[in-house]
């Protein structure tokens, strides 16, 4: 599965939808960001994120990881 991060995840899967992409499940939230799946042409299934930028730093330092945008 390929991840991508996003701006705008509500807009982005309207105008999504609005290209007849297969959308696979509602959009969740969580304290580190948002995310939706979606099915590519070829059938690969690709995951959309739009990052909470301070709460992911917040969560990897938590961790001792660096994180990256």
Do not use: A, C
């Not at 509602?26 to 690709?46: A, L, R, S």
Request: no cysteine; hydrophobic share 35%.
């Amino acid at each position: 599965m390929i991840n991508y991060r996003v701006q705008n995840l509500e807009k982005l899967v309207e105008i999504l939808k609005k290209e007849n992409v297969t959308i696979l499940d509602k959009i969740e939230t969580y304290d580190y960001g948002k995310f939706v799946h979606i099915m590519d042409i070829e059938g690969n299934k690709i995951e959309l994120w739009e990052p909470n930028d301070i709460e992911y730093e917040k969560m990897g330092n938590s961790m001792n990881y660096k994180t990256t945008k």
